[in-house]
């Protein structure tokens, strides 16, 4: 039922696809649907497969979830979480995991071992090895733009026929289509994204929002057990749960997130630096700017193209500006109109310029002032009106 938008997405792309070559080419909109949507599973599939993809309202718990505290004691045995991409955020997530007792198994493009190694973690070449040890839970935390190969790449039958497949991506529908379209039917699926990272979320993650999706979990079964667990791992961090369609939650991130990335971007191109008065409101902005540039610029890049509703944001972002900027110089200008319609008569207007002319404020610069905006800031001394000398245009 809920895969209705998504099937909507589908056409949208396969329309387009099918477009007669001399069309102009796809837009980045339309890019991005196709990257979203290539893997959307046919519906057929869904109902083969028994997922159940049922429509999700937001709920946010600010305390334990009931559903999850209920299937998860004190007596379970801690699990075994696979990190496939231990970079920044990986690195960041494991040390909860291991804090709470989780064993940890990781594996990236690049060699961590010496890191692993120091700190207790079991860390793989490749993710072949990882997989022969068969996690109760597959943890993606590669970049964006990276998961689709890497998803790709992972050795599913060396896997548990339940795994769990979890990720932390900054968006969310893709993903999700990803897993349905890669995963067999037996492997669990839950979409999740912290809203936080090493910066905002260094000190704690208590009263932080925590976002996930139970995409396709087997009610009642020992995987739904450990995937509660595994959810169960934020919550004893004081995150906020928040339980959200992928759909839902990309709609919120392109307005929130989004935003918040692109203007810490803009900013960064200002070289903005800190002063002896800066105000409360400048030192946000400066903190922001850090944050914002501290993350990779492939995240940034993945949460504006695959996250379809990226696209309309940066045109309102281009939009605001534009109607803040006409506010200002629309007034200026209306300074300026006033300045050249009362002080130099027009052809056939020359009479009633220079009734008008009478009325001007002193304070308002002369068409050779109009030059110099400044003059606009630096009101000069009255002066004496010589209208004679207010040359007339020609008749
Ligand atoms: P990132 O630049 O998005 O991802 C870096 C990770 O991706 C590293 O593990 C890196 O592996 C791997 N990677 C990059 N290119 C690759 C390629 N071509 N092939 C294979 N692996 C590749 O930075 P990040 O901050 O660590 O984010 C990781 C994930 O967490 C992202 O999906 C992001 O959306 C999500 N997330 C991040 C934050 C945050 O605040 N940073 C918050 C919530 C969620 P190597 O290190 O081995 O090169």
């Given at each position: 039922m809920a895969s209705f938008h998504i099937c909507h997405y589908k056409s949208?792309?396969q329309?387009?696809?099918?477009?007669?070559?001399?069309?102009?080419?796809?837009?980045?909109?339309?890019?991005?649907?196709?990257?979203?949507s290539k893997y959307t599973p046919y519906k057929p599939n869904c109902t083969k497969f028994n997922i159940s993809i049922r429509?999700?309202?937001?709920?946010?718990?600010?305390?334990?979830?009931?559903?999850?505290?209920?299937?998860?004691?004190?007596?379970?045995?801690?699990?075994?979480?696979?990190?496939?991409?231990?970079?920044?955020?990986?690195?960041?997530?494991?040390?909860?995991?291991?804090?709470?007792?989780?064993?940890?198994?990781?594996?990236?493009?690049?060699?961590?071992?010496?890191?692993?190694?120091?700190?207790?973690?079991?860390?793989?070449?490749?993710?072949?090895?990882?997989?022969?040890?068969?996690?109760?839970?597959?943890?993606?935390?590669?970049?964006?733009?990276?998961?689709?190969?890497?998803?790709?790449?992972?050795?599913?039958?060396?896997?548990?026929?339940?795994?769990?497949?979890?990720?932390?991506?900054?968006?969310?529908?893709?993903?999700r289509n990803?897993f349905l379209e890669v995963l067999p039917p037996?492997?669990?699926?839950?979409?999740?994204?912290?809203?936080?990272?090493?910066?905002?979320?260094?000190?704690?993650?208590?009263?932080?929002?925590?976002?996930?999706?139970?995409v396709r979990?087997?009610?009642?079964?020992?995987?739904?057990?450990?995937?509660?667990?595994?959810?169960?791992?934020?919550?004893?961090?004081?995150?906020?749960?928040?339980?959200?369609?992928?759909?839902?939650?990309?709609?919120?991130?392109?307005?929130?997130?989004?935003?918040?990335?692109?203007?810490?971007?803009?900013?960064?191109?200002?070289?903005?630096?800190?002063?002896?008065?800066?105000?409360?409101?400048?030192?946000?902005?400066?903190?922001?700017?850090?944050?914002?540039?501290?993350?990779?610029?492939?995240?940034?890049?993945?949460?504006?193209?695959?996250?379809?509703?990226?696209?309309?944001?940066?045109?309102?972002?281009?939009?605001?500006?534009?109607?803040?900027?006409?506010?200002?110089?629309?007034?200026?200008?209306?300074?300026?109109?006033?300045?050249?319609?009362?002080?130099?008569?027009?052809?056939?207007?020359?009479?009633?310029?220079?009734?008008?002319?009478?009325?001007?404020?002193?304070?308002?610069?002369?068409?050779?002032?109009?030059?110099?905006?400044?003059?606009?800031?630096?009101?000069?001394?009255?002066?004496?009106?010589?209208?004679?000398?207010?040359?007339?245009?020609?008749?």
């Amino acid at each position: 039922m809920a895969s209705f938008h998504i099937c909507h997405y589908k056409s949208t792309f396969q329309s387009k696809a099918h477009s007669p070559p001399n069309q102009s080419p796809p837009s980045i909109l339309t890019s991005q649907v196709a990257l979203i949507s290539k893997y959307t599973p046919y519906k057929p599939n869904c109902t083969k497969f028994n997922i159940s993809i049922r429509p999700k309202h937001t709920q946010i718990y600010n305390h334990v979830d009931q559903s999850i505290e209920s299937s998860s004691t004190a007596h379970e045995s801690p699990l075994t979480i696979g990190i496939v991409g231990f970079g920044n955020f990986g690195q960041f997530i494991v040390k909860v995991l291991k804090r709470q007792g989780h064993n940890v198994l990781a594996t990236s493009r690049s060699d961590y071992s010496d890191y692993c190694q120091q700190h207790g973690i079991e860390y793989f070449r490749d993710v072949d090895g990882l997989c022969s040890q068969q996690p109760d839970a597959i943890l993606v935390c590669c970049s964006i733009l990276s998961t689709e190969s890497v998803i790709r790449k992972i050795p599913i039958h060396k896997l548990k026929p339940n795994t769990i497949f979890a990720d932390v991506l900054s968006v969310k529908l893709f993903p999700r289509n990803l897993f349905l379209e890669v995963l067999p039917p037996g492997f669990g699926i839950v979409c999740t994204h912290p809203m936080f990272g090493p910066e905002s979320g260094k000190h704690s993650w208590a009263g932080l929002p925590f976002v996930y999706d139970k995409v396709r979990i087997t009610e009642n079964s020992i995987q739904e057990q450990k995937c509660n667990q595994l959810l169960s791992i934020f919550e004893k961090e004081g995150c906020l749960m928040v339980e959200m369609s992928c759909e839902e939650h990309d709609r919120h991130a392109a307005g929130s997130q989004f935003i918040t990335h692109t203007i810490g971007r803009i900013l960064s191109h200002l070289n903005l630096e800190s002063t002896p008065i800066s105000t409360k409101g400048y030192e946000t902005l400066l903190q922001l700017t850090e944050n914002t540039v501290s993350d990779s610029f492939d995240l940034y890049y993945g949460l504006f193209m695959y996250n379809v509703n990226a696209t309309g944001q940066i045109e309102n972002l281009d939009r605001a500006l534009e109607t803040v900027k006409q506010k200002l110089f629309g007034r200026l200008h209306d300074i300026l109109r006033k300045q050249i319609v009362e002080r130099v008569p027009m052809q056939g207007l020359a009479h009633k310029k220079r009734e008008v002319s009478t009325s001007t404020a002193y304070f308002l610069p002369n068409t050779h002032g109009i030059k110099d905006l400044n003059s606009l800031a630096m009101p000069s001394p009255p002066r004496e009106r010589k209208e004679e000398a207010v040359p007339l245009a020609p008749d």
